[in-house]
């Protein structure tokens, strides 16, 4: 009689066992990667969305727009979030893949805060970064050199600050980080330092800087007064399906647009007073 029940013990527990392995088989699993700027919106998205639908896991992982590009377009991820309009980006077919506008972000300046300067001209910001302004005292600021910290190459933030910018002036090589986290942590440590971040990641460690008196904040986005803004994009091959587009109508619902975007930091795309076209076109929404 004792042996039967072991072995009953020992059945149910090999039952529960292969049925929770299968549970997890039939667990669905999609993967987005690219654009930093996008990474803690979508991070906390997914998290939230697997916490209400059991068995359904969405990996999201950084790398920059450019990374995210071309991993959707090979296939190996089920969306490639960026900064950049697909076309924007060398080697990617745009054709191929679908743009979805899930946010809009704003990009500010941001300067170590024993700096103290409050206010720079677009003009004065580009010969910053241009390397033609190489101490503070040039901008009124005190007698301390300038130390330039950039987004790697294939950054979409990096290519949208360059774009609106820069003009036609070079960057100045300076240290690269692949992280906005670690940009951040640089320039709240590093006296005399400056660099951009997007709105999303500005905390009191960093001091952001006007622009020819214009403030970076969402109302100077959406109505293009503050122009360093960008669209925040997921792409996928083709129209998603499944999970990926269950996930998709998620974060673009109202509920998540009207809530949870506005309070990361980001701006919904429905609450823009302006559109950007592709080349740069503005125009007003109707």
Not at 34 to 47: D, F, N, T
Not at 118 to 128: G, M
Not at 159 to 165: A, D, G, K, P, R
Request: some cysteine; aromatic content about 6%; overall charge positive.
């Amino acid at each position: 009689m004792r042996k039967r029940s072991v072995i009953g013990l020992l059945v149910t527990f090999v039952v529960l066992l292969l049925t929770g392995c299968q549970s997890k088989q039939n667990g669905q699993s999609v993967t987005a990667v690219g654009s930093s700027a996008l990474q803690p919106l979508i991070e906390a998205l997914a998290e939230q969305y697997s916490a209400q639908h059991s068995g359904q896991f969405i990996n999201v992982q950084g790398g920059g727009s450019g990374t995210g590009l071309s991993q959707i377009q090979e296939g190996a991820v089920q969306m490639g979030n960026s900064d950049l309009f697909a076309e924007e980006k060398a080697g990617i077919k745009a054709g191929k893949l679908v743009d979805h506008k899930v946010a809009v972000v704003g990009i500010t300046p941001v300067i170590n805060k024993k700096i103290g300067v409050k206010n720079l001209s677009l003009t004065q910001l580009a010969k910053i970064f241009s390397g033609e302004i190489t101490n503070w005292q040039q901008v009124g600021g005190p007698d301390q050199e300038v130390v330039l910290v950039n987004r790697a190459q294939g950054s979409g933030t990096r290519s949208t600050f360059e774009q609106w910018v820069m003009g036609n002036r070079k960057t100045k090589p300076a240290q690269e980080q692949d992280s906005t986290g670690m940009v951040r942590s640089i320039v709240a440590n590093t006296p005399g330092a400056i660099s951009y971040l997007a709105f999303s990641y500005v905390d009191n460690t960093v001091a952001t800087l006007k622009l020819d008196g214009v403030a970076p904040d969402d109302q100077n986005v959406m109505n293009n007064t503050w122009p360093i803004w960008s669209y925040e994009h997921v792409y996928t091959k083709g129209q998603p399906t499944g999970l990926t587009k269950e996930f998709l109508a998620y974060v673009l619902s109202d509920k998540i647009q009207n809530k949870q975007v506005i309070k990361m930091g980001y701006i919904p795309v429905a609450q823009m007073q302006v559109e950007r076209s592709l080349d740069g076109t503005i125009t007003k929404v109707k």
